[in-house]
């Protein structure tokens, strides 16, 4: 289970960092005769967990969001979806299934919660090196 959902979090953290980006950096890297680096390359993913990938993004669109960002899926909707798709007749692959849309659900919600962190703070940064002018009021 732990080895099975860190092949999903690499995976979600990296398409979130990546995502389509990579395929261009790729393809430039190839064009030029030069390995691509490192990190745009996708992690591994065995195929029998590339189901739960698709199943995170649909669960996905039950968070509720605000202004500090996205919450998390609630267990409601996964418990639901668990149940539709058949996950609740087997204790094993509801467990399993559990365990894997949480921990791709938390590095998500890192994910984004560092962008909203870096983003607060480059505007707080740039906020602070111009001050604010008055304009000149017009003697009309």
Request: proline share 7%; net charge neutral.
């Amino acid at each position: 289970g732990r080895r099975k959902s860190g092949f999903l979090r690499a995976w979600i953290r990296w398409s979130l960092t990546w995502g389509e980006k990579a395929s261009v950096l790729i393809k430039a890297a190839s064009d030029a005769g030069v390995d691509p680096p490192a990190s745009a390359v996708p992690p591994e993913l065995p195929v029998h967990l590339e189901s739960y990938i698709s199943e995170f993004w649909t669960l996905s669109s039950c968070r509720v969001s605000s202004q500090a960002g996205p919450g998390p899926i609630p267990w409601t909707a996964m418990d639901q979806y668990a149940e539709r798709c058949g996950y609740a007749d087997n204790v094993l692959l509801y467990e399993d299934f559990l365990a894997y849309m949480t921990a791709l659900d938390f590095e998500y919600l890192a994910v984004m919660h560092e962008e909203i962190s870096k983003k607060t703070k480059a505007a707080e940064s740039k906020s602070n090196r111009a001050p604010a002018t008055q304009p000149k009021r017009s003697k009309w």
